[in-house]
């Protein structure tokens, strides 16, 4: 998953930021809302962690402007605010959900999971699919119980096309969930391909992979 934390606070960014990579995230950070605003419309995010004090936004504005883009991030609201009255409109704008500071890691970690399952409809860690299995926790793939040795790349990029299973991913779409974010980082948008027929290739050697589609000049699709 792609996360954006928008957290003025240093400190708390840096160490959930920390705790998310180990969790294999994928992790941007915007201090301000000028930032972050920036970064919503530029990249295509799977999480949005939400401070709503914000020095130079209110951090309801800026959910709405993650609401009326052309993708559909999930947004947890992390802040000190405790007011039923900012929780309820947070909701109301589409927050997935809410979460008071001070907060345990391990409970952030588990209200993201549950937002996961929602918004993926996934019940298991564990993903069976043309006769392959991957588990998401044990970042392992399988056939017939043998193992397939994957990069994390090539790990990462059949999980992102298995949660978005039957849609059409763009190479940028495919990009950004690999290398981040694409306006700071060193990437190639052939890399995509490169690793696409890496995985299919190892994948072929125990079924045929024809499942991963090419659609010319767009991008990528999962079959199921």
Known sequence: MHVLVVEDEAGLAAELM????????????????????ERIAVNRYDFILLDLGLPDYDGLDLLQEARETDYEPAVIILTARGELEDRVKGLGLGADDYLAKPFSLLELQAR?????????NVKSSVHAFHGFELDSTARTVSY??????????????????????????TRLQLTEHIWGNILEDD????????HIKNLR????????????????GVGYRLTL
């Open 18 to 37: 920390h705790f998310l990579k180990q969790e294999h995230y994928k992790c941007d950070w915007a201090c301000n809302g000028e930032d972050a605003s």
């Open 187 to 194: 990437y190639d948008s052939n890399y995509i391909d490169v």
């Open 144 to 169: 017939n119980g043998q193992n397939i040795s994957l990069t994390k790349k090539e790990f990462d990029l059949l999980h992102y096309m298995l949660l978005h299973k039957n849609r059409i991913m």
């Open 112 to 120: 993201m999971q549950a937002v996961s399952r929602r918004k993926f």
């Open 201 to 216: 290739k190892k994948l072929s050697a125990h079924a045929p992979a024809d499942w991963i589609e090419t659609v010319r």
